[in-house]
């Protein structure tokens, strides 16, 4: 019963752009994937 997150890009500028990175609800978004991985939320 275990949770899997699948985050299918590369870091590279082509994929993870600044403006993605620069996105308000970035920090939000890997936050709650983390949380939601760890079975705390």
Partial sequence: R???V???TDI???WLS?????WPL???L???????LAGTE
């Fill in 26 to 28: 970035y920090g939000r």
């Fill in 12 to 14: 590279g500028p082509h």
């Fill in 6 to 8: 699948a985050w299918t």
């Fill in 30 to 36: 890997m936050g709650n994937m983390v949380r939601w």
């Fill in 2 to 4: 275990g949770r899997t």
């Fill in 18 to 22: 600044q403006d993605f990175l620069g």
